[in-house]
């Protein structure tokens, strides 16, 4: 399968530091995509990197995609206590835009 | 801003039951998905629906499970007879191409 693997599958830091996040995937893609989940909620789509992309920014988010590795890394600057959330890489390779989540990363921020 | 929205929020049905599961997607959006996650778990795809039709389905979604968009807004997953192991978050999303949108999700319990 393609299935994007997120590490670490946890991560603790505190108010103020940066927060990295990575993925990997084993298949080609079109695009990669973070996506953000908080307890029990819904996912919120975070940003979009093309496979001919190679890094994006929105905001405080951080988004690099090396396709020759098949990895990514999601990087949350200046991390605030509403950052605590689970964040899922998901890939999609097929031209119907169907979506394989990884595992996720568990995000807590502490004031 | 657009956003995807499900009915109910929480399902609650005996084994062996019928559910429907309902969704309206973003209005201009062409390409509609559902996903689960079971408690826990990362989330799964399991249809993609485009032209009216099933574009792409997973292993998931098997003969108990089928798609319908019976108007122009509303998109629902049926699961003939439910089983313990359908417990999960139910997602719908839909995407104009790439980047999905999300549903708030209904959450199935299956006693």
């Known amino acids: 399968s393609q299935q994007g693997e997120e590490d670490p599958q946890a991560l603790s830091i505190q108010e103020g530091e940066n927060a990295t996040m990575n993925c990997s995937y084993k298949t080609s893609i079109n695009n990669l995509q973070w996506y953000r989940q908080n307890s029990g909620r819904g996912l919120v789509h975070l940003i979009l990197i093309r496979s001919n992309e190679r890094e994006k920014h929105s905001g405080r988010l951080r988004v690099t995609l090396d396709t020759s590795k098949k990895s990514s890394s999601l990087l949350i600057t200046a991390s605030r206590a509403a950052d605590t959330a689970s964040y899922f890489c998901?890939?999609?390779?097929?031209?119907?835009?169907?979506?394989?989540f990884g595992k996720g990363t568990s995000l807590l921020v502490t004031p | 801003e657009p956003e995807v929205t499900q009915t109910p929020s929480h399902q609650v049905t005996q084994m062996g039951q019928e559910v429907i599961l309902r969704c309206v997607p973003i209005s201009n959006h062409l390409y509609f998905y559902w996903y689960r996650q079971i408690l826990g778990q990362k989330v799964e795809f399991l249809v993609s629906?485009?032209?009216?039709?099933?574009?792409?389905k997973s292993e998931i979604f098997d003969d108990q499970f089928s798609v319908e968009r019976p108007d122009g807004s509303n998109f629902t997953l049926k699961i003939r007879s439910t089983k313990l192991e359908d417990s999960a978050m139910y997602f719908c999303?839909?995407?104009?191409?790439?980047?999905?949108?999300f549903g708030p999700g209904t959450r199935l319990t299956v006693l």
């Open positions: 629906f485009y032209n009216n039709e099933i574009s792409e």
């Open positions: 998901a890939t999609d390779a097929t031209s119907g835009y169907a979506l394989n």
């Open positions: 999303a839909s995407s104009l191409l790439a980047g999905s949108v």
